[in-house]
């Protein structure tokens, strides 16, 4: 689902899932769970005029993420650390532009598009691939809780909801709120995770065409007491050394993220199939209270 440069991230077939045997699904799922446990439209709308972008504005409360927010709305820089219990004020804005949808059936929190003439087609387009993100999710999760030896609807029950987050940009370290995040990415790069076994080791990552970039959330990380760890990552400016051209062009980066997140009322602490003595524990909070704790942070 990823290819790295140092051979520090794997690369995983899907389709031995998707497509196989229930053994194959079986030692696939296994080998997706190893591989956690250690690693952890969009140019047409950027091109809109900023007042096209601007006809669905991000509202002002932090949560949830809906809409358009121009370059320097968001700071992350606010949330770097958040999951090991860092807490620090934001220190610098995001150099970053973003579009943020959720699931038509939210209707607490209905999506906020663009003016329909502005990009036609969009609306439409956007919904299709949020559902098949959803659909793909559900399957992930499932591989997931075959890999671990629970049962396998554990975490597919916890986001009947779709409460998840479909992210276009245009960009510090964190990590991510929900359960599983696919991060789809062009191949002009910059995207670094923390080496799970050396704290502060980045390692950079990059996505051949097909494969998608799996991350593993924060709630994933809580309701196994930390057997699987929510990665830190960054995105950095791509040196001209692995993109071409004259030393001081830096080219656009655009990708496209689905935070899969489970329904708000959820509770987030570690789940009784993981309970040990070893296990780390968290605050007993729901997924939307935790999500409004880093969300309050980065705007």
């Not at 250690?38 to 005029?49: A, D, K, M, Y």
């Amino acid at each position: 689902m990823a290819c790295v440069q140092d051979d520090h991230i794997d690369t995983l077939d899907f389709s031995r899932y998707a497509q196989g045997t229930p053994d194959e699904k079986a030692a696939f799922s296994a080998e997706l769970v190893a591989s956690l446990r250690v690693t952890g439209f969009t140019r047409c709308f950027f091109r809109l005029s900023d007042v096209q972008k601007l006809s669905a504005p991000h509202p002002q409360a932090p949560y949830p993420h809906r809409g358009y927010s121009y370059v320097g709305q968001e700071s992350i820089s606010g949330i770097s650390g958040f999951e090991k219990g860092v807490y620090r004020m934001p220190a610098v804005k995001d150099v970053k532009e973003t579009y943020d949808m959720g699931s038509t059936e939210d209707h607490e929190f209905p999506n906020i598009w663009p003016c329909p003439q502005y990009l036609p087609g969009f609306r439409p387009m956007m919904e299709r691939a949020f559902a098949r993100h959803h659909a793909c999710l559900k399957i992930v999760l499932e591989c997931v809780a075959m890999g671990l030896g629970v049962p396998n609807d554990l975490f597919v029950k916890k986001h009947h909801g779709q409460e998840h987050e479909f992210r276009l940009l245009h960009y510090p370290e964190h990590s991510d709120f929900g359960t599983l995040t696919f991060l789809l990415q062009d191949d002009v790069g910059g995207l670094y995770v923390e080496d799970q076994r050396e704290e502060r080791v980045f390692h950079p990552v990059v996505s051949k065409p097909h494969e998608v970039i799996l991350n593993v959330g924060d709630c994933l990380q809580h309701w196994t007491g930390g057997l699987l760890k929510s990665a830190n990552h960054k995105v950095t400016a791509p040196t001209h050394s692995n993109i071409g051209g004259p030393p001081d062009a830096v080219p656009e980066r655009f990708s496209i993220a689905f935070f899969g997140k489970p329904d708000r009322k959820e509770p987030v602490c570690v789940l009784p199939e993981f309970e040990t003595k070893n296990s780390l524990q968290y605050d007993d909070v729901t997924a939307g209270e935790y999500n409004m704790q880093k969300l309050v942070r980065t705007y």
